[in-house]
């Protein structure tokens, strides 16, 4: 683990002990903090009971520092009691990538890239951790991908952290300094947790403003949050587009081709087109940030981009599980909200959509608006599910054909049953799981297992579409 020096004989109370939770009292403990522990939830105190100390009962004035996990509200829609109770006793709140960036100093010397972004985080975060490594540099994905970051042990001298950084992480972070900060896109989610789009903008925003100086910010320029971010950054900014050339930044042409501008002249380095695990434009984004972020850290152009084509790809996102009958089946269960859905039908010409779960915009605004239109345009047929398949109806109207399902099995089946070669059956959900499935990775492994669960009857083009009006999978809708 990495210890945390800063806290040795300081009282910490620590709420929510799932893994960042656990990895936070770990390291606290081991620094020689004192360690108050707590979860409502009596299995997750069961590894540290004992540290467990209620909190509702605490004096927070006797205590040095609230350390909060991610998924608690801060401030909306409401302060969570012991987060009230903490502000008025005047005790800091915060995160553990704020008790990382107090560690740092006691680190073998090493640079850190901090990504954020509302699309394209776990990608990116991942593949910048390969690049690092393929170009000779001990690195490590960490953060909001999955791993705590004081879970991991300290790199050798030269090595690179690389740090997803969710909205929510930064609400609890106040000096990481970021040597390379990377915005991939903002686009409206988790408004419920932030009180409005302005609010989710400045969480996001704020990554930067932690940044020395001297830092590098690799920005998205695509929308407007990130072209207002790179126009008032005081430190180097490095600006990133797939919709155009950009002066000074990295961008890719409309047939893939990932062109450095950086120093002045424009040169192509990289053909990202023919690369599987980087297909659609938002994962061209992704790989755009990530080489720019490469030449801050001084990794060469080329050593770049043979990491970019040895990249094969994250579990769960653009995940390519099967082929039967010349039918791709892809796991897109990480799009959980309206806008990573578009981005990833728009990488295939012929789709089958599975989507549905937890609505975060009951509304699917993102579907309606330009971009989503004609992401539309590629969908054969919409397979909906979960508590949202009513609203997803609704939004899809008369333009896409569409059925509703029990479930995923229900779902994937009847997809396989009216898919044809050259097609490609797509999850990606534009909702949260949390309806049926503990995550999203709950949900890509239902997908997945279902998928396996196909039989010689129910393989693409084998079973009729069903013809009973008023049964389950009887479209509705459609283009007329």
């Not at 089958?352 to 345009?377: M, N, T």
Request: hydrophobic content about 45%; aromatic content about 4%.
């Amino acid at each position: 683990m990495i210890p945390v020096p800063a806290y040795h004989g300081r009282r910490i109370a620590v709420f929510g002990l799932a893994r960042t939770g656990l990895a936070s009292c770990r390291a606290l403990e081991a620094s020689g903090a004192t360690v108050l522990a707590w979860d409502d939830n009596a299995d997750r105190r069961a590894p540290v009971t004992d540290l467990a100390c209620d909190l509702y009962a605490a004096d927070f004035a006797a205590i040095d520092a609230l350390l909060l996990a991610p998924g608690v509200p801060l401030t909306h829609p409401a302060p969570h009691p012991l987060v009230a109770r903490a502000a008025a006793a005047g005790c800091p709140i915060l995160g553990d990538v704020e008790l990382f960036e107090t560690a740092r100093p006691h680190l073998p010397a090493h640079r850190l890239v901090a990504i954020t972004g509302t699309n394209g985080k776990s990608t990116s975060t991942a593949l910048m951790a390969h690049v690092a490594a393929a170009a000779g540099r001990p690195s490590v994905a960490a953060g909001n991908i999955g791993v705590p970051v004081l879970s991991l042990n300290p790199l050798d001298a030269g090595g690179v952290y690389v740090l997803e950084t969710s909205s929510f992480q930064i609400d609890l972070t106040h000096s990481l300094r970021a040597d390379v900060a990377i915005l991939l896109n903002i686009t409206p989610d988790h408004l419920d947790r932030h009180g409005s789009m302005a609010g989710y903008v400045r969480a996001k925003e704020r990554l930067f403003e932690m940044q020395a100086p001297d830092a590098t910010a690799v920005i998205g320029v695509d929308d407007a949050p990130g072209r207002r971010l790179a126009a008032r950054c005081r430190q180097r900014v490095v600006p990133v587009s797939v919709t155009g050339a950009v002066e000074g930044g990295v961008y890719v042409s409309a047939t893939g081709t990932l062109i450095d501008a950086i120093d002045g002249a424009a040169r192509p380095v990289a053909d990202l087109a023919g690369l599987a695990a980087l297909a659609g434009r938002h994962n061209w984004q992704n790989a755009a940030a990530v080489y720019a972020a490469g030449r801050a850290l001084g990794l060469a152009a080329d050593a770049i981009a043979r990491g970019l084509e040895g990249f094969t790809g994250l579990a769960h996102r653009m995940e390519p599980v099967a082929t039967r009958g010349d039918v791709l089946f892809v796991n897109d269960s990480k799009a959980t909200n309206p806008d990573a859905a578009t981005r990833a039908l728009a990488a295939f010409e012929r789709v089958h959509w599975i989507a549905g779960g937890r609505a975060k915009d009951p509304h699917f605004q993102p579907l309606r608006d330009g971009a989503g239109r004609d992401a539309l345009a590629h969908v054969t047929h919409a397979y909906l599910i979960g508590e949202a398949a009513g609203d997803l109806a609704q939004a899809l109207g008369t333009q896409v054909e569409h059925s509703r399902h029990a479930g995923m099995a229900q779902a994937v089946a009847a997809a396989a049953a009216r898919a044809r070669p050259g097609e490609v059956v797509l999850l990606s959900p534009a909702c949260a799981s949390f309806d049926a499935y503990a995550d999203f990775e709950a949900r890509g492994e239902a997908f997945r297992a279902a998928v396996a669960g196909l039989d010689a009857a129910d393989a693409p083009g084998a079973a009729a579409w069903p013809q009973q009006p008023g049964q389950p999978g009887q479209p509705e809708g459609g283009r007329p």
